[in-house]
């Protein structure tokens, strides 16, 4: 089935650093979302988008939401050991019936250092 | 607790066997929706209800697999006559309800793992 790209798909750093992945869609989507996903456990959202350049906090995680609605990044910044696990993101769009449908990027693998 | 609460967590049969997988909501999300996650993969789309209304099924992969939520509340997602291939992560999630101009995020349980033997 269709899928976002993401990218990296893994990355190795150090705790302290920033971290930025990214996410790409040959479609227009009305809603961005990250979640994290840990071992045993099912996605957990860390950020909604809903407009088109909307730059949206939570904490030390920053996410926008692309002015073409076709992308969108995240940023964790001065990484932490509880960072790690796998960062997904996903686009919905409005219209006929899929309101409700997810499109989900691959995953990103983030492992942190101490 | 207050998530999305799946059972079981994890289901082994024989190939040729009917799986049932079922899906307690958050409480007054009237959204549901089911995916399926392979390992390494982002979970994808299988089907969606509003209350009891069954809005998309666009996404269940052949018609061994079916999704029912009679009463608007607990979903159960039906696999018949299962191959190997069935084999993954059932997920559900809820929401608040999706409607025009209002996405509400959705809230995934921990998921059902099937094995196909």
């Known amino acids: 089935g269709q899928q976002l790209n993401q990218s990296p798909q893994s990355m190795f750093i150090q705790e302290g650093e920033d971290v930025s992945m990214n996410c790409t869609s040959s479609?227009?989507?009305?809603?961005w979302l990250w979640y994290k996903q840990e071992p045993g456990e099912g996605p957990v959202l860390l950020i909604a988008l809903y407009k088109a350049g909307e730059l949206t906090s939570n904490g030390r995680l920053t996410a926008q939401f692309g002015i073409t609605r076709k992308d969108s990044f995240l940023n964790i910044s001065a990484s932490i050991p509880s960072d790690v696990g796998i960062y997904f993101c996903?686009?919905?769009?409005?219209?006929?019936?899929?309101?409700?449908?997810?499109?989900f990027g691959q995953g990103t693998i983030l492992t942190v250092h101490p | 607790g207050a998530g999305v609460s799946q059972s079981p967590r994890y289901k082994v049969t024989k190939r040729g066997q009917d799986v049932a997988l079922r899906c307690d909501p958050i409480s007054g999300h009237v959204s549901l929706y089911w995916y399926r996650q392979a390992l390494g993969q982002g979970p994808e789309f299988l089907t969606y209800?509003?209350?009891?209304?069954?809005?998309?099924k666009s996404g269940l992969p052949n018609d061994r697999f079916s999704a029912e939520r009679p009463e608007g509340s607990i979903s159960t997602l039906t696999i018949q006559r299962t191959e190997q291939r069935d084999s993954a992560m059932y997920r559900c999630a809820s929401s608040l309800r999706a409607r025009d101009y209002s996405n509400q995020p959705q809230h995934f349980g921990d998921g059902t793992r099937l094995s196909i033997l």
């Open positions: 479609s227009i989507f009305n809603t």
């Open positions: 996903a686009g919905q769009l409005i219209g006929g019936t899929s309101y409700g449908k997810l499109t």
């Open positions: 209800f509003n209350y009891e209304a069954q809005q998309d």
